[in-house]
């Protein structure tokens, strides 16, 4: 894992600084049309709230067909660009990608030519992010086995995002992970260090700020039980105070089984865990059901939902798209600079 | 830690093996007097269901008093030996450890007298557990600056009870501890060893079939994320086969991000974490309200709850006794032999 410090390139800036009249644009990618992607994409467009623009990234024959089984009463309005989109109620856009054909719709099945078209919608979205012509990219599930038997690559992400350190949100539970698919050795080993640590406290009140929190409050989760031992004293800690001495609203090592229900009751805005499972144990127990992923340190301000692609309820008009509208409202809100929003 | 097996004298009977027609005698002491525990132990005496029988251990006059407060009338029964309670409608039996005077009720303060108190209470309730004169004991909440002004001892627990493996209950949740205060990576270097592991999940099989559990399901969480690298495959996989082929009902390793959440939705019946803070962030963070604590291969069935003394609010009236019901509740029913209650 690369560990991006503040002052890199990877820093975000967030589309409200740079012209805070404008309303910033979601771009949404289908995931895999034979999953729930198109059906919870189609009813969170239709239904976006007014304080930020959705812009669909796939094909629009099956954006029509999503929105049709649903019953939803919606122009497709497809575009080539994105200065083409017209953001009207009534209208939902779509960027074309022209991947697919109407016989490539097979609901529950996994096939290449779906993987195709979940990874060149994904990285139309991406460039586009990347490049500023849109201020965010929420990306619908995917199904792995699409991807691979595309041949194009293994996951969907790219090391450029999966490099970066994980950002999960779950209503006021945030956790900015140090370290990803790391075994829990190399993490004691090379990853639970002063200065990485440090860095990582530096970028997520950075990064927050940018993102419209006024003054980040950090809860930094300790390694050992009760804070007791060595990496809790001669690592966490000396981070933690330098951090706070360089005016950063931060508090560690907390003890690792207290911080996350603290940050829940509301005690600090984000948590640092220092490894997958500390994180991931607490967000996935607590089950709140509206998680999304974010990535700190990346090139460009991505979301993903928690949820997978369920092939056995697909096109059955069954799925929920809470998840999906949450994440684009939670990108929305922080593309705009105007923090994580309440509801 | 001392990793105590089956077939040794630390492997509890339940009393409905001794005696299926006698109602389980729970022991609860006060905790200390300056906190909530005379409160919530008063209530919950007051208001025990019919299916296990209240000896409340400790001062009588400090019940009387408690009752009164919560304006429950109910008889105090002072007795000096077990077999003198009468259990009966109306009547609350306090076995008198006569170790405090009036003046020494003084909420909100720590002090030696209570500590004392609270220390002479858990060694005869222990004691009687031991020596099966009660069948459990839940012991109410300490104060660890009172325990270690008296002078007696650091803790109320004494080793036999620490070395034991804790064992968590929080509504469906269930969770034995492999490890409890140990460093993360000792955990690593010297815990997750297949012989540990095996004998902790056929000591948790057996302990879950005398406690009334008839065919215990149990998922072992793995080390690692995802349980992708080498501990979970070279120890954790064997002693699960090897469990398995024995005939226990147990699958694992499972991702630790996943199989207490599992548990919460019913698929198993316990969750063997295999450090501290795997198991204490996913009950803590969970957040059910009805967290108790057991000793898993201890000499004795005994209960703690998970919160405090709490002597802000002590004798006002406002401390909820719901958690030292739902723990009497619990050893009631293990000591009766018929597994978990369902409320």
């Known amino acids: 894992m690369m560990f991006r410090t503040i002052g890199q390139k990877h820093f975000m800036d967030t589309a409200a600084q740079k012209n805070p009249a404008k309303l910033p644009v979601v771009g949404v990618t289908l995931g895999d049309v034979n999953g729930i992607g198109p059906e919870v994409v189609a009813r969170a467009a239709a239904e976006a709230d007014a304080r930020c623009r959705v812009l669909v990234i796939g094909d629009g024959f099956v954006v029509r067909r999503a929105l049709d089984l649903l019953k939803l009463e919606r122009e497709v309005r497809s575009v080539d660009k994105v200065a083409d989109a017209r953001f009207e109620p009534g209208v939902v856009n779509v960027l074309e990608t022209k991947t ?48 691979k038997a595309s041949g194009l690559r293994k996951r969907v992400v790219t090391p450029e995002f999966e490099q970066a350190h994980l ?24 990853a639970v260090k002063e200065e ?15 993102w419209g929190v006024a003054r ?44 996350f229900r603290q940050c829940i009751e509301g005690r600090y805005d984000v948590v640092i865990a220092l490894y997958h499972d500390q994180g991931h144990i607490a967000i996935k127990t607590w089950g709140f059901s509206g998680n999304s992923a974010l990535y700190l340190g990346a090139p460009a301000l991505l979301a993903t939902v928690a949820h997978g692609s369920a092939f056995d309820i697909a096109w059955s008009g069954k799925a929920d798209s809470a998840m999906m509208s949450q994440a684009i409202r939670t990108v929305g809100s922080l593309a705009a600079g105007t923090g994580f929003p309440s509801s």
Do not use: W
């Not at 697919?100 to 779906?114: E, V, Y």
């Not at 139309?124 to 990219?137: P, V």
């Not at 440090?198 to 927050?208: F, G, S």
């Open 216 to 259: 980040p409050r950090i809860g930094v989760a300790g390694l050992n039980p009760h804070c007791m031992y060595e990496e809790d004293t001669n690592e966490i800690k000396p981070a933690v105070e330098r951090a706070a001495r360089e005016g950063v609203d931060v508090t560690g090592p907390v003890s690792p089984d207290s911080v």
């Open 100 to 147: 697919l054909q109407p016989s490539d719709l097979q609901p529950g099945k996994t096939t290449a030519a779906a993987g195709r078209a979940t990874v060149l919608a994904f990285d139309a979205g991406a460039a586009l992010a990347k490049s500023d012509e849109i201020d965010a990219l929420v990306f619908g599930p995917v199904h792995s086995d699409s991807i």
């Open 196 to 210: 990485r640590i440090h860095a990582l406290v530096k970028l997520v009140d950075a990064q927050l700020r940018r």
């Open 167 to 190: 950002f999960l949100v779950s209503g006021t539970l945030r956790i900015a992970h140090l370290t990803d698919h790391m075994p829990l050795r190399k993490v004691i080993d090379e």
